[in-house]
């Protein structure tokens, strides 16, 4: 039984919360019970091994045991979010969906079917062996969305090793390789997910305060959010053991800052792709941005300054897209990292970094520096052609309070000046005021 090990954790964990979604909270007697109605569904849907099925949710109780009969069904499941927008149907077609499932707020549950067949080799090869499978996409911020495809006995094998059990806010999104990797985390070791009604600072810190959560995954961005609304000041988070970051580079500015607000709290940078899993880290410091990360299943080696990845883990390949695979196997992140002995420290994509007169520029390194100082909200660093430089550093800057460009522009590259060296320092410097993030709290670096 593929599920068995979490089921046996169902099991010896019957009377303790497993999932509070709405101010209710769910057991895992009741989670067990759960997930044999939605076996019995998907039977008398006729919903067979193999089948692609897009699970149209939030994090919920029975979207949760709704996918783990998926798993259990050895089907092919397709997480979407109302992130999707109007690109659901361009991905339900990239993934050849077949039928859908629909949980509204209510969790309620509607099923159609769709006039699709999914004749994918990968398909193929998966139905053959008589796995189960995952697909996620890439963020698309460079075009069309790709369509990955796993194989979910690579995913769930590093889970059936014990850890350590955490009241945990799946703050990352249900059609996320990190917010997946939150969830069979949790569930496996017998803690408890706490959604929250939106992903603002005050209604996570507050779900935080209420149910005693331990352990909060989010991105920089989100992190810098709590910073600058300062919702931390009004809820308790004594609780809190653990904040763990990833999915961008984190600003040095932000983590210090964090730190010297909250001693206690440990801080632990991960490190993951939807393409290959959430690998196994662990920080040089709270403090720091070094990282070790590897882990059983998990091999690393960098080559010309590029992260490379070869995981058990590893996704088949892409549904709509060549294979990114080198020869022998090995995944190229497009992540550039330095290298301190058994340390590494991402310095930022590789499609990202401004080339300055043959100068390398990292957008992190600049936000981090602008990010400084008092009157800056937000701060966004990316590239334009420039016909001497090849490149010119530009900035985007969302102010808390308003001021004139001029005296603002003057002020940042003094500012910048003083702590970088001038090939580095922005520019050309443009005030907004819309937000610079996108839904799933990762800053938008595009020009």
């Not at 019970?33 to 067979?48: N, P």
């Not at 995913?155 to 806010?169: A, G, M, Q, S």
């Not at 653990?242 to 607000?261: A, H, N």
Request: net charge positive; proline share 4%; aromatic share 8%.
């Amino acid at each position: 039984m593929l599920i068995g090990f979490l089921t046996r954790c169902f099991e010896k964990n019957k009377e303790k919360d497993a999932i509070v979604w709405q101010d209710r909270v769910w057991n895992y007697q009741w989670l067990l019970t759960r997930l044999q109605h939605w076996q019995a569904v998907l039977k008398s849907e006729a919903i067979r091994q193999g089948s692609v099925v897009i699970l149209e949710a939030d994090f919920s109780p029975d979207s949760i045991a709704l996918f783990l009969a998926l798993i259990q069904q050895c089907c092919i499941t397709v997480p979407l979010t109302r992130t999707a927008g109007v690109r659901k149907d361009e991905l339900i077609k990239a993934a050849q969906g077949e039928v859908v499932f629909t949980l509204d707020n209510n969790d309620r549950v509607t099923i159609n079917r769709l006039n699709n067949s999914s004749p994918h080799e990968l398909y193929r090869q998966l139905r053959k062996s008589g796995h189960p499978g995952l697909v996620l996409f890439s963020s698309g911020s460079s075009g069309k969305s790709k369509a990955v495809l796993h194989d979910w006995t690579g995913l769930l094998e590093k889970f059936k090793l014990p850890r350590h059990t955490f009241r945990v806010i799946p703050f990352l999104l249900y059609d996320h390789i990190g917010g997946i990797n939150t969830l069979v985390y949790a569930l496996s070791n017998g803690g408890c997910i706490v959604t929250v009604r939106d992903r603002s600072p005050d209604s996570v810190l507050e779900a935080v305060e209420k149910y005693q959560v331990e352990l909060l995954p989010v991105s920089p961005t989100f992190l810098n959010l709590i910073l600058l609304s300062e919702a931390y000041q009004r809820y308790r988070l004594d609780s809190l053991k653990i904040v763990s970051y990833g999915t961008e580079p984190m600003p040095e500015s932000t983590l210090k800052r964090f730190r010297q607000l909250f001693p206690g709290i440990q801080l632990l940078q991960t490190y993951g792709l939807t393409e290959v899993g959430i690998l196994r880290s662990k920080s040089e410091s709270s403090d720091s941005l070094w990282m070790k990360v590897g882990g059983d299943g998990f091999r690393t080696r960098v080559v010309d300054g590029i992260l490379q990845i070869k995981a058990r883990s590893s996704m088949l390949g892409y549904l709509n897209a060549p294979s990114p695979f080198t020869s022998d196997g090995w995944f190229d992140t497009g992540d550039l990292v330095e290298v301190k002995g058994e340390y590494l420290r991402i310095l930022g994509r590789q499609s990202e970094i401004i080339n300055v007169g043959g100068e390398k520029v990292y957008p992190a390194e600049v936000e981090s520096v602008i990010q400084e100082m008092e009157n800056v909200f937000e701060a966004v660093v990316y590239g334009e052609k420039n016909p001497i430089t090849g490149n010119i550093v530009c900035a985007k800057i969302r102010l808390k309070t308003l001021e004139s460009l001029k005296e603002f522009s003057m002020g940042l590259k003094k500012h910048c000046r003083e702590r970088m060296q001038n090939y580095k320092v922005p520019v050309k410097v443009t005030l907004i005021e819309e937000e610079q993030r996108s839904e799933r709290f990762k800053k938008l670096r595009a020009a």
